[in-house]
């Protein structure tokens, strides 16, 4: 590829529809999050640059949950009285004071903005597919075919840190198949953890298959290396280039290290950038690897520290839906985190604290893949295709509904028996919470409808917020303090604000379902639950799901306050954005 072959999806026409899209979420989101309070003038919003002179106009219709859905067509930017083009970043200049980005953060936030208005661009280059088209065209089809990403976060595709060919070879929509770099990482400074049953060697050949294990056992041995002395440790090509290679170079140097090429198999990434679904082998693990990339408020790396308990955690929460019966009857599943590997860099340790990235430039885990637990007939969609909209205006759940003949309060019901269900059970039963966005959960359908849910990411995100439960010693980081007042913002924030709130104004803007009769459907749900567990009255009267409100928690704030570390994961609630509250759409059901 030439030096400019790289760029050609940067063009004019491409530029200015991926500016006003930004735009629209931008006052859509943060007028959501009252960063921005939008005057009605004329039948239409006006919102106000800080110079009082620029102003921003659209129409929108408001939803449930405060949600804007603003027309992308209807906005126009002007000063004092002359119209300006759509700049995206233009606007946060022009809205710095308002939004609270500090001159520290401005720079880099925009420059995270450009890498979502890039890669939006590169979307708009790919071939129109509509989204019937899309939920039947298979597994990871549906994976790169996603084009909004996380759909709070305005800027949520930054990626700083990759080049633009970078970019074209291992961003998840680019869909270019990659091989992982493989390191042996000697055992003094290294530690493989695996669940229940798993052996090293054992593991580490299935994986990768005999030949390349032999390929590299003898690639050490020519070195004068007894291969039993060392560990092989997947790296993202990324991270060997631009880190490890250089910021390991004592390691290295030193034979605690060596690199031994990539592996033969071939790998898509995922939505989450630094996970990989195994191409070649597709019922093999996800790889995951540590990223030390700037992406939508943290540096993507993994601790090895961490890492060291995360089979354990995963063994545990098995356990505990093997052995809950309502779990089970709902067809729950998570695809586990079988093994880990962590390096520890004992200087960069001594220099720094806990937060540091440093400590996460070099470890790596192995997560079930869900396509070897298919039944006959079923199909695998991230849970984030539902919200996916194509060039015409019409969602994948739209496509589902469709394609599965029921009516669609029908549709919807078996979607949350699947995916909410179990989460109001985990809550209420165990004080147990997840992580449970679109791109943490995979749908097992069969002709469109939803059959079951699986649940992933799981050690990083789980969290027991009860304070006194018992827990196995390896398992009890996972033990989190939160305030009683807050607990519940693990449903009403992360389902209800951050996931519902979008399919249900998706599906009333297609005239598919009416937002009432979505709210309805959810508080039925919930209170189908609710009736056939008498045994936690005490628990739903506590944790009242039918409360008139709930505290908003906001998303862009926390990015625009500190976008390299928005939250520390030990303590979720210590940096929480609460900004007023939100009328509970159930509450009236």
Not at 83 to 108: C, H, N, R, Y
Not at 147 to 152: A, S, V
Not at 421 to 432: E, G, N, Q, S, V
Not at 478 to 483: A, D, F, L, S, T
């Amino acid at each position: 590829m030439s030096l400019a072959d790289a760029v050609t999806h940067l063009s004019p026409e491409r530029w200015e529809k991926a500016n006003r899209l930004l735009v629209r979420k931008a006052l859509a989101e943060f007028a959501h999050e009252r960063l921005i309070t939008p005057e009605e003038q004329d039948g239409r919003y006006v919102v106000r640059g800080d110079d009082g002179l620029t102003a921003y106009r659209f129409t929108a219709v408001r939803r449930a949950l405060d949600h804007w859905q603003v027309d992308a067509g209807s906005i126009t930017r002007t000063r004092d009285g002359v119209e300006l083009p759509l700049e995206a970043l233009d606007f946060f200049i022009e809205l710095q004071k308002t939004l609270g980005l500090s001159d520290a953060i401005l720079p880099v936030y925009l420059e995270e903005i450009s890498s979502t208005l890039s890669s939006t661009c590169f979307k708009l280059t790919k071939p129109p597919i509509t989204s019937a088209e899309l939920v039947r065209s298979g597994f990871q089809a549906i994976e790169t075919g996603m084009t909004e990403g996380h759909p709070c976060f305005v800027a949520n595709n930054g990626r700083l840190g990759f080049a633009v060919h970078e970019y074209l070879s291992y961003a998840p929509e680019t869909a270019s198949p990659v091989r992982l770099v493989w390191l042996a990482a000697h055992r003094s400074r290294a530690a493989f953890t695996a669940g229940v049953g798993i052996a090293y060697e054992s593991f580490v050949r299935e994986e990768l298959g005999e030949e390349t294990v032999d390929r590299f056992d003898r690639m050490l041995r020519e070195r004068n290396l007894d291969p039993s002395d060392y560990l092989l440790i997947p790296v993202h090509p990324w991270q060997w280039w631009n880190k490890l290679s250089v910021t390991f170079a004592a390691e290295i140097a030193r034979g605690n290290l060596v690199c031994l090429g990539e592996g033969d198999d071939e790998y898509l990434a995922q939505q989450s950038i630094r996970t990989f679904f195994n191409r070649s082998h597709p019922e093999k693990h996800y790889v995951k690897t540590a990223l030390s990339v700037l992406n939508m408020g943290f540096m993507r790396g993994l601790s090895a520290a961490y890492m060291e308990a995360t089979p354990a955690i995963n063994d545990w929460l098995a356990q505990l839906i093997d052995n809950d019966p309502v779990l089970r009857a709902s067809g729950l599943s998570i695809i586990r985190e079988r093994a880990a590997v962590g390096y520890r860099h004992l200087e960069y340790e001594a220099a720094t604290d806990r937060y540091s990235p440093y400590r996460k430039m070099l470890a790596a885990l192995w997560r079930e893949s869900p396509v070897s637990s298919l039944r006959d007939g079923e199909s695998l969609a991230t849970m984030a295709a539902l919200l996916h909209v194509d060039h015409e205006g019409r969602s994948a759940a739209g496509a589902l509904i469709g394609q599965s003949g029921l009516r669609p309060a029908e549709w919807l019901r078996a979607y949350l028996e699947a995916y909410y269900t179990p989460l109001l059970h985990c809550f209420y039963a165990y004080d147990l919470v997840f992580m449970p966005h679109g791109e943490n959960t995979i749908l097992v359908l069969r002709d469109g409808v939803v059959q079951r849910a699986v649940y992933k990411d799981i050690a990083e995100e789980i969290a027991v917020l009860d304070p006194d439960a018992v827990l196995p010693p390896e398992v009890r980081r996972i033990r989190v303090e939160v305030p009683d007042d807050t607990k519940l913002l693990s449903v009403f924030t992360d389902v209800f604000d951050c996931f519902f709130r979008f399919l249900a104004a998706g599906l009333a803007d297609e005239g598919i379902l009416e937002e009432d009769d979505f709210w309805r459907t959810v508080a039925e749900v919930t209170r189908a639950y609710q009736a056939a567990h008498p045994e936690l009255a005490d628990r739903f009267r506590r944790y009242d799901l039918f409360a008139p409100e709930f505290a908003l928690s906001c998303l862009n704030r926390l990015q625009l306050r500190d976008n390299k570390q928005m939250v520390d994961l030990a303590d979720p609630s210590g940096a929480l954005q609460l900004i007023g509250t939100l009328e509970n759409p159930v509450a009236g059901f």
